[in-house]
């Protein structure tokens, strides 16, 4: 148990729950950040563009659903429901990059937009689906709090402290109500500025910095860092910090925390035959698959979206097994839907199973079926407008100025 002590107030929550309620709220955060620049500057800008990822991303999220809701029916694994219907964005885009120059770049694009909308309706599910109790007087602050984050984003405020200390604020507001803590780090990464900065701040960071090349000095050496960190969006500058810590400490320490199952003969033999094990591994092998090339096909079909030029169908549906590496938000829910440790390691073993099947079989299928199906799109020149560069996910990109 550790506690934060201020007078007479007194904070303690086990180190597990410090992992899945506070560092958990920082992987989330930076979840809310990549929608909002996405939202903002990015590809769910275009409703064409994001259709055919954004149908597959349902597909991808129902299906599984569906098909573990049929398994379990009736069952006391039923309210599992939601834990075979997101997808690692992490793991997946770590294993595209393995492939190189075999896997287009515009299906990486496709699919990290397929992620987005996915963590989207994940984020929804979890608050509506896997909440037990509200506090309203806790509720209507964090609500407060909320608006106070929106008037200083439509003040332009472009310091990330102030949103850091409200955020802190609603973090343990959103906690008290019995809401998931976690929500509130998505909101402030969705309010948290995205926007192109305005031409004045731009002018600022040349003006100071011309004036320190002039005169080095310890006042103009602060106005001009200022001024460069206002010239950069908050969104931006907070996902550059932010991202590293989110991949390489928050999400291993949650995999320490929750992934953890005792093998031995009984348990292998009784997840062998749970339904629970069975439902989470075929949906999200099978389910993502059928779900997310039926929902893409759909929009290719209908007119509604198209993916860009050079990406094949051996490609999509490669990348479709692959969207059922479950593992981070997976294992998220499971602790959330159960409270029986035999539920929990029964479901865990399915995340396991069926994150490491959907990686093996969605790189085979990427590698040796990927060249050898037809063109999605006909016209070459469908393309997805290129984002900006993203420092924090590309080392090799140029640093914002």
């Not at 507001?173 to 969705?190: D, R």
């Not at 409270?339 to 099947?357: F, Y």
């Amino acid at each position: 148990m550790a506690s934060i002590r201020v007078g007479n107030w007194v904070f303690a929550l086990d180190l597990r729950h410090w992992i899945n309620d506070a560092a958990m709220a920082i992987f989330f955060l930076v979840v809310g950040l990549e929608i909002s620049r996405e939202l903002t500057v990015g590809d769910l800008r275009s409703v064409h563009s994001v259709a055919a990822p954004a149908l597959g991303a349902l597909g991808g999220l129902a299906v599984p659903a569906v098909i573990y809701a049929l398994i379990n029916h009736g069952g006391p694994g039923a309210h599992g429901w939601g834990i075979p219907m997101s997808t690692d964005t992490a793991f997946l885009v770590g294993i595209l990059a393995l492939f190189g120059p075999r896997c287009p770049d515009r299906l990486r694009l496709f699919l990290l937009t397929l992620a987005i909308v996915d963590d989207i309706v994940a984020i929804i599910v979890i608050g509506l689906f896997y909440t037990t109790h509200v506090s309203l007087v806790a509720l209507s602050i964090a609500m407060l709090l909320v608006v106070v984050l929106l008037i200083m984003r439509w003040q332009r405020i472009w310091r990330l402290s102030p949103y850091v200390v409200v955020g802190i604020g609603l973090w343990l507001a959103v906690h008290a109500s019995g809401a998931h803590p976690t929500l509130a780090g998505v909101i402030v990464g969705l309010v948290i500025p995205a926007m192109p900065v305005e031409p004045t701040q731009s002018e600022r960071f040349r003006v100071y910095g011309k004036a320190l090349i002039e005169r080095a000095e310890p006042v103009r050496a602060r106005l001009t860092i200022s001024a460069a960190r206002a010239s950069v969006p908050a969104n931006d500058r907070m996902q550059e910090t932010l991202h590293p810590i989110s991949a390489f400490v928050v999400v291993p320490l949650f995999g320490l925390a929750n992934a953890g199952v005792h093998l031995d003969g009984a348990v292998l033999r009784q997840a062998a035959t749970s339904p629970v094990t069975m439902g989470i591994l075929i949906g999200l092998v099978f389910g993502n698959t059928i779900g997310i090339t039926l929902g893409a096909t759909i929009a290719l079909r209908s007119g509604l979206g198209a993916l860009p030029g050079g990406v094949r169908y051996g490609h999509l549906i490669g990348g479709a097994v692959l969207a059922g590496i479950g593992f981070t938000i997976s294992l998220f829910i499971t602790d959330l839907a159960f409270q029986s440790e035999s539920l929990r390691a029964q479901a865990k073993i399915g995340v396991l199973g069926g994150s490491l099947l959907a990686a093996a079989l969605g790189s085979v299928l990427l590698r040796y079926l990927g060249e050898r199906l037809p063109l999605c799109t006909l016209d070459d020149e469908t393309i997805i407008p290129a984002l900006p560069p993203r420092p924090w996910l590309d080392p090799g990109a140029p640093v914002p100025a």
